[in-house]
């Protein structure tokens, strides 16, 4: 099946929003969900591709309030698997980023809104006034998509990894520094030890690493 390029949607990692929930509708396999937020109506458009805590969406409906925009979004369930979806409640709060459109400043990095992982919080602390850091443990199957330095998608936000490690069980951990207003612009401050939260590794790293991954073995044989 060929992929159009119009329909793919990016993103850049940089809030722009803290949504509040009004309402989640249950459904026997879905979840309608709708948002209010201080977004320009524009980039509510129905069909209008919008990343929720980092998990790229679709604009079901929108419409206008007197104080804030209305937004819902439909959830399904292999998006259940990779996300905490169905552990938010109303009044819960969430990143929100409209995708880029063409001439828009690239302030992050390439995120493209496809959740990898959900990742538990093995602590969250105060390092010097303002400045947080936050430790990750990734699992083995992603080990090779991350990198020091390197940058990586938390909940939407595009941050930076400070440090990489290994615990006594052989467990990657990712040590990655907050700044201060990261830390109050987006929905970080209400992050805690032992919440799982979404992930997305960086696409060019993921790119190299499934290139090597199918070419390695070949260049080995050949080598032979």
Do not use: W
């Not at 990198?147 to 990586?152: A, D, L, N, P, R």
């Amino acid at each position: 099946m060929d992929l159009k390029l119009e329909s793919l949607s990016m993103f850049t990692g940089i809030i722009q929003d803290i949504g509040t929930i009004l309402s989640i509708c249950r459904n026997e396999s879905t979840l309608k969900i709708t948002f209010a937020t201080q977004l320009n109506l524009k980039h509510l458009e129905l069909g209008a591709s919008i990343a929720c805590n980092g998990c790229c969406l679709t604009v079901v409906s929108s419409k206008s309030e007197l104080k804030y925009n209305i937004f819902s979004v439909e959830v399904g369930p292999e998006t259940f698997q990779l996300t905490n979806f169905l552990n938010l409640h109303v009044d819960s709060f969430v990143n929100l980023e409209p995708a880029l459109k063409v001439g828009d400043s690239l302030g992050g990095h390439h995120v493209t809104g496809h959740i990898d992982s959900l990742c538990e919080i093995l602590d969250f602390h105060e390092t010097i006034k303002g400045f947080f850091k936050l430790t990750l443990k990734i699992q083995n199957k992603f080990s090779r998509f991350i990198i020091e330095k390197g940058s990586i998608a938390i909940g939407g936000i595009s941050l930076t990894v400070v440090q990489l490690s290994e615990n006594n069980l052989g467990e990657m951990i990712a040590e990655i520094m907050i700044i201060p207003h990261t830390y109050h612009n987006t929905i970080l401050k209400y992050y805690k030890k032992g919440m799982r939260i979404e992930v997305e590794f960086d696409q060019s790293i993921k790119a190299i690493a499934s290139l090597l991954k199918s070419m390695l073995p070949n260049y080995i044989q050949a080598r032979k």
